[in-house]
């Protein structure tokens, strides 16, 4: 297998953001790309777990090439509910060490906080057992089963839980506080998370991490960086939690865990800090004990003893975690990558006792159905100065990237039809039959418009343009006026000096 | 790069389908594993384009993994519009060349009859421009623009694109009607092509591929099979037709046939046969003269040649094509290697002059904006001896394969509470606070269910089960029932004959 390394990381902040989910996916590429010297990418792998309900995005890897000013690049999107970023990261992983691609770009992202809390949950609960969701059952509300059953079977006492729980909570959004990209950046009270309502016994509010906006971004490249991808593994489990052997523990977990320590060729000893899928803060602990950090049922001791703080001897979710950066589904696994590469070169805000070596980061798919281990290792400083992030240079770190980003040119009064249809099949809400044609206007641009009526709709024939609501409507010259524009063509044909005509060229 | 083969295929007949698409899709998987000699599959690839807004099915990679009994799998989806089942193979393929994993299963299926045409038109424009969309262009609005555009380019009258497009269609009917997985599988005449209806001019009924349902299967492996995958290619294009250079052409194809030669080393000369995207009848003119196999604007004459028929000296859908096969969009990319496997073994039903030595197949997302092309070569007779299909045994080819086809143990009246939660923010149509909780009846199976109320909900008390409408609903025993239960069990526990409670055993 060829080696893959870290060659750029980048992600947005993460928050309510008024931008569209590709916009925002762009940005979080555009600064791994400037993070990397990496100019020619050979291939891109996008993570977003429902799109097409969350926002109608449709097609999505090929809208996000489109954007970035990528065209005709390789690129596919990879799903696997919100662990999706992680498996575009796995997958992009594949890309590169299989030759297939020398440089390869990820993204993750996702778009939530512009639907209500209600229509985000139901098409969250998509991703679980039909019966189970039939019955009521939500994310959180598996996720609070899960962790009754939890304290049930190691013998805790309900306010022994919460503490546990509390402490989780407290030590994420005290970690959170010193991230930049961090949805929230404020630490809680021990009062403040008793004092949250409950959302499904015993998960509090506090309990549970936020649904966002957000995109992150990796650079993986054939060639050495700074920091290698040592280890990669993933595991799935029986989406009914009724089919399965343990309630406790999360077995996609343990199988991807062992075998990226197998590809990685260590124990978890030799980890130094890691990223656990706090979607809900009992699975940070299921997570530390089923990543092999912590006996069954010791998970809680250890946050406790402040052992997983940031300035801990294994510092768990230093960067805040999903609980207090936010959780856009398909963003989080590729954002817990960009963190620990951050915490590898020494860059990460989080106050921690020494630069770790090797990092793992573990990501949670569903209710933990599709789960994904990856550890990365620091190389050493003469490969990392090699690598030192290339100066900004004012020439744009992707040929066109950004393209979109700004507004196409006017679109002129006046145009020729390029091609056309009659749509006699026509979608809700547009009456057959329907004249659909490409105009070409004055200055060459092509615009989509809807013909004001069917009759005399020719390719090449000159049209009048208007917009009204975001749409362009055409009507076909008549043919009077047809006749006036050929005579002044041949008029301008036998006259040397040929004079602009202003008015059909003015902008609508 | 290590070389990937084929080592088995297998697919559904297309058409109407009473199944789920998760069943679809396992039958295709057992399809091919039953067509090869593994049984220890790595990793599961699984294609669909749009499963959430189809079926509901979120999560599917989880879903599909579990289904077929493979629990714990690396599973995961890739998506790239119409291009899907081609996107999840080219992702397999990396999984195998970069030694990630020895042998996958790559399956991709939809499920798109029980829609209306109308629903599901507008599920598939999501993968349009979102400015062209709005306009009420549909995907047949846009290839009838590109059909136009491409007759002007080459100086067709309509008459004589409309013979190229009949041709097309009449074509891939006829091959169709001998492929036993074909969903259309009747010639259809001159007559009945020119008595179709217009969809949106100049494509009638003839030149749409169908949706319809249906799945199909391929396994790769890192041995030697008698089916090398020589090579694989890429390309995507400008979502927006207003932003591509050409309309009468695809760069999408271009490119991913110039990557997937180069990666073979071959030129278009030396391919024996092609299964070519034809969502649309000029999709396979355009696309023949994209792959290089007839220069610009002399696709249609090939056709109507008998040049590409069947028994001619390049078969173009020899098998019938999207055009009579179907197009269950996630699974036509993964169908098209099925069809071109079976070609090169001699197993294909089509009448073809001679058995070819190396075929293509090229796959189209959305409106050609992330396309595929990947070349299979046959290997040699010896090596072809050594991978014929394992006799079938009667056990089953996967572990716990079907597993899910069959139904649960009925499950009993009674139970005790596993787990609970009380959900205070509860999906719509639940009021809160609702109590739910896993039981497990006397049988040991688990039940999702609903409380009745909430008071007395705890693990280990002991509850009546009742079910309607698929819900099952518990409630809590008394505490003089709970009691009673306390006391029999002292009692058989100082009886050393148990006796058999039958009353609270009995099915419901």
Known sequence: MNPVHIAGVGMTKFGKSPKSLIEIMCEAAIAALSNSKIQDIGGLYIAAMNPEEFTGDGNLASHVADALGLT???ALRVETASSSGAAAFHAAFQGVASACYRHVLVIGGEKMTHLTTSASTRILAEVIDAQERNCGATMPALAAMVTAKYRRKFRRSESQMERVLCAVAMKNHANGAHNPYAQFRQAITKEKYYASKFVATPLRLYDCAPMTDGA??????????????????????????????SLAS???TRIAAKRAYQMAGISPREIDGAEVHDAFTPFEIIGSEDLGFFQPGKGGQAVE??????DGSLPINASGGLKSRGHPVGASGVAQIVEIARMLRGESTAKLKRQPQRVLAQSTG???????????????????????????????????????????????????????????????????????????DRKGSLVMAQGEDISGVKIGREVFLRQAAGIFYFTVKSHLQQVRVAM????RKYTPQSEPSRSSDSAL
Chains 1, 2 share one sequence.
């Open 72 to 74: 005709g690049i390789p």
């Open 216 to 245: 992150a971004a990796v650079i993986l490249t054939a060639e050495q960086t700074d920091l290698a991808v040592r280890g990669i593994g993933q595991g799935t489990a029986p989406v009914s939690l009724c089919e399965r052997e």
């Open 250 to 252: 999360f077995p996609a």
């Open 305 to 310: 003893s402040g052992h997983t703080a940031a």
């Open 366 to 440: 569903g209710l933990a159905t599709n789960n994904f281990v990856t550890i990365v290792e620091r190389v050493k400083e003469e490969a990392r100065r090699a690598a030192t992030p290339a100066p900004l240079t004012p020439q744009a770190p992707v040929p066109g990237a950004g393209k979109k980003q700004g507004l196409r040119a006017p679109i002129g009064a006046e145009g020729v039809i390029e091609t056309y249809t009659i749509l006699y099949t026509t979608p809700d809400g547009f009456l057959p039959p329907l004249a659909l044609a490409l105009i070409r």
């Open 488 to 491: 002044r063509k041949l008029l």
